[in-house]
C-alpha cells in the first residue's frame, strides 16, 4: 500500500479511497504544523525584525500551543453538536486571519496574540481532523485514511520549514506568512468542493470528559504523547542555535530538509503498516529517537553525526501523529472525538513546555544538555508504552 495509490485491497475487492477530501484534510494539516513551527526556521530573521532575542521568539511557538492547549478540549466539547464541515471551514479560515496579522505586525505583543489565536485554531482542527478522516472511509481503512490526512504534517516539515526559511531569507520573513494567507484561502475553497459534510454528536448523547479520561488505554496514550512530544520539541524549537557548535547554523534549511525527507520515509511506513503493528511502529519509533538523542550527546559537533541522527530523528517522528491518533482512538472508541482533543491538549501542552524547557536550557547552559535532557525523556516514554500491552498500545488482532 502507499498514500498515493486510488484504491486499497480489501479482502477479494477494491474500496475507493476518497483521495480529493482526505489530501484536503492533509493540505489542513500542512497549514497548521507550518504555521506553528515557522518561527523555528526563522528565528534570526524574526529576532532582529521585532527587536528581541531568539528565546523570546521562540516563546511565539510556545503562545500557539498553549492557545491550542486552552481550547482544543472546551471548544470541542461545546460544538460537538455542531456541523462538521462548518467547524472545519471556521478552523481553516482562522489561519488566514492571523497569519496576515502576524505578516504584517511590527509589534512583538500583537504577533504573539496573534499565534495564541492561530493556536486556538489549530486546537479545533487537530481535533476533528483525525476523526474526520475516520468518518471518510469504511471502518478497515480507518488507519489508513488517518495516515493519508496526516501526510500534510511531514510534508510540512520536509517542504514548507525549508522553503520558508529561504524565503524568510531572501524576501523577508513576512513574505512567508503572507504566503500562507494565500494558501488558506485556496483551501477553504477546496474543503467546499471535496469534503463531505457530516452531522454532530445528537443532543443527550455527548461524551464528557472524566468519562474520557478514565477509559482504560487513555491515560498510557496521553503519557507517552506528552513526553514524546515534549523531547521533540524541546529541540526542534531551537535546532538554530543547536546546529551553531559544528558550523551548521546556517544550513538550518538543510538539516531540516533531512529530517522532514525522513518524515515523509516514516508516514510511509506507518500508512503501509500500521493496521497490523501499530504497537511494534510505537516502540520502535521511540527507540530510533532516543538513539538520535543518544548520537547527538555523543558526537553532537560532528557534521556527519548530525545528519545521521536528524535523519533517524525523522523517521522515528514522520509517523507518530498516526500512530498516536490511532492508538488514542481505538482506546476511546465512540468517545474518540473528545479523546482527540485531549491528545490535541497533551500534544499542545508538550509543545509549549518545550519551548519553555529549551529556552530555559539555551539562556542558563547553552545547547550542551539538549541530547541527554531528551534521553532521559524517551527512556521514560518507552516504559509506559511497553508496559501499556493490555490498553493503549496492546498488539493488533489477528486476522
Do not use: C
Not at 503562545?63 to 470541542?76: N, R
Not at 489561519?95 to 496579522?101: D, I, L, R, Y
Not at 504566503?179 to 484561502?185: A, D
Not at 469534503?195 to 472524566?210: N, S, Y
Request: no cysteine; proline share 5%; glycine share 12%.
Amino acid at each position: 500500500m502507499t498514500s498515493a495509490t486510488n484504491t486499497i485491497s480489501a479482502g477479494t475487492r477494491d474500496v475507493p479511497l476518497p483521495l480529493g477530501g482526505l489530501l484536503a484534510l492533509a493540505m489542513a494539516a500542512f497549514i497548521t504544523l507550518l504555521t506553528e513551527i515557522l518561527p523555528s526556521g526563522l528565528l534570526p530573521q524574526m529576532a532582529e525584525s521585532l527587536g528581541r532575542s531568539e528565546a523570546l521568539i521562540g516563546q511565539l511557538v510556545t503562545a500557539y500551543a498553549v492557545g491550542s492547549l486552552l481550547s482544543a478540549i472546551p471548544l470541542t466539547i461545546a460544538t460537538q453538536n455542531w456541523r462538521r464541515r462548518t467547524l472545519l471551514l471556521l478552523a481553516i479560515g482562522g489561519f488566514a486571519v492571523v497569519n496576515t496579522v502576524t505578516a504584517i505586525s511590527d509589534s512583538y505583543v500583537l504577533t504573539l496574540a496573534a499565534r495564541f489565536v492561530a493556536g486556538m485554531s489549530a486546537g479545533l482542527l487537530w481535533a476533528l481532523a483525525a476523526g474526520y478522516a475516520a468518518r471518510m472511509v469504511p471502518d478497515h481503512l480507518q488507519g489508513r485514511a488517518i495516515a493519508i490526512a496526516m501526510v500534510g504534517a511531514p510534508l510540512a516539515l520536509s517542504l514548507g520549514i525549508p522553503t520558508g526559511t529561504f524565503l524568510g531569507t531572501l524576501l523577508g520573513w513576512r513574505w512567508t506568512f503572507g504566503v500562507m494567507s494565500g494558501l488558506t484561502v485556496l483551501l477553504v475553497v477546496w474543503v467546499l468542493v471535496k469534503v463531505p459534510d457530516f452531522p454532530g454528536q445528537k443532543r443527550g448523547q455527548e461524551f464528557g470528559l472524566k468519562t474520557v479520561f478514565t477509559l482504560p488505554g487513555v491515560r498510557p496514550v496521553l503519557f507517552v504523547v506528552f513526553a514524546y512530544v515534549l523531547a521533540h520539541n524541546t529541540l526542534y524549537t531551537y535546532i538554530a542555535p543547536f546546529l551553531e557548535p559544528a558550523g551548521l547554523k546556517e544550513r538550518t534549511d538543510v538539516v531540516l530538509l533531512v529530517f522532514g525527507l525522513a518524515s515523509l520515509l516514516g508516514i510511509w511506513i506507518t500508512g503501509a503498516l500500521i493496521d497490523r503493528w501499530l504497537r511494534e511502529l510505537v516502540l520502535a519509533s521511540v527507540a530510533l529517537f532516543g538513539l538520535a538523542a543518544l548520537a547527538l550527546g555523543l558526537a553532537g559537533s560532528v557534521p556527519a553525526v548530525i545528519y545521521g541522527a536528524v535523519a533517524a530523528w525523522g523517521l522515528a517522528f514522520g509517523g507518530a501523529g498516526t500512530l498516536f491518533q490511532t492508538a488514542s482512538a481505538k482506546a476511546a472508541g465512540k468517545a474518540a472525538d473528545v479523546a482527540q482533543s485531549m491528545l490535541v491538549t497533551t500534544w499542545n501542552l508538550a509543545i509549549a513546555g518545550g519551548g519553555i524547557l529549551g529556552g530555559l536550557l539555551l539562556s542558563g547552559f547553552g545547547v550542551a544538555p539538549f541530547p541527554w535532557v531528551l534521553a532521559a525523556l524517551l527512556i521514560a516514554t518507552f516504559v509506559v508504552a511497553w508496559s501499556a500491552k493490555s490498553h493503549g498500545f496492546g498488539a493488533a488482532a489477528p486476522r
